[in-house]
């Protein structure tokens, strides 16, 4: 279950990488041309791209032509897959899983709209790829 989401320096900076990952068009990109790419502290970026990889999101190179490419296509990745990756579940109530929170009284309704909300903000997530917001780049002439 997703939910209202917080958009933190991990996950903000991991979509940036995944994407300038993505639109390099499978050739090789460093951590050092990533982080001057999206302009992000390459010692911040590092721990990431380690969660990104584990997550069988990435593949890396080692070596003089190494560094980072997709593990599968652009359209086979959603935010929600990268956002996941790097922080675990997207969203809770108060910093504990939306449906281990119980609600008394007047508020007993509030569990059902949250995982309502939950559920909406999930299916954005998951239903955009990174190929969609590649092509919004290119739509905009950016």
Do not use: K
């Not at 504990?96 to 903000?121: C, D, E, K, M």
Request: hydrophobic residues 40%; aromatic residues 4%.
């Amino acid at each position: 279950m997703c939910g209202a989401v917080h958009i933190t320096a991990r996950h903000d900076y991991a979509v940036q990488a995944m994407l300038a990952i993505a639109d390099a068009g499978g050739v090789h990109v460093t951590t050092g041309e990533l982080a001057a790419r999206q302009n992000i502290p390459a010692t911040y970026l590092a721990p990431l791209l380690y969660d990104l990889r584990r997550a069988e999101l990435l593949i890396s190179r080692a070596g003089n032509d190494g560094g980072y490419t997709l593990a599968r296509s652009a359209e086979r990745i959603s935010v929600g897959d990268v956002m996941r990756a790097v922080s675990g579940e997207l969203s809770s109530i108060r910093g504990r899983p939306a449906n281990s929170i119980t609600y008394v009284g007047a508020a007993q309704a509030l569990p059902r709209f949250w995982r309502s909300l939950h559920s909406a903000t999930g299916r954005m997530l998951d239903g955009t790829t990174l190929r969609d917001l590649l092509e919004r780049l290119t739509e905009t002439g950016g």
